[in-house]
């Protein structure tokens, strides 16, 4: 089999013999650190304004009508298609 590298040189995997930490016992020990991190992280978010959550919605119920109205109409030609088929009136 080959050998799989990573293309950065210090880059390492986990392996079962010792697999990856991911620092929870830092944050346990820690939790000023952890606070600090969270608030630096939750800076760099950006929340949309007012106009993006407004045309975001308009879009949502424009796109959800149109689903409803298409499986509507789907639905009323595979029950004539159906009944057809089977030759049960409908």
Do not use: C
Not at 63 to 75: I, P, R, T
């Amino acid at each position: 089999m080959a050998e799989h590298r990573s293309p950065k040189p210090g880059v390492v995997g986990s392996s079962p013999s010792t697999p990856a930490r991911f620092g929870i016992e830092t944050y346990m020990s820690n939790p000023f650190k952890f606070a600090q991190e969270v608030r630096a992280e939750t800076a760099k978010v950006t929340f949309p304004t007012r106009n993006e959550t407004a045309v975001t919605t308009i879009m949502v119920f424009i796109l959800a009508s149109v689903a409803a109205v298409f499986f509507f109409f789907a639905d009323r030609v595979l029950n004539w298609a159906v009944s057809l088929l089977l030759g049960v009136a409908g």
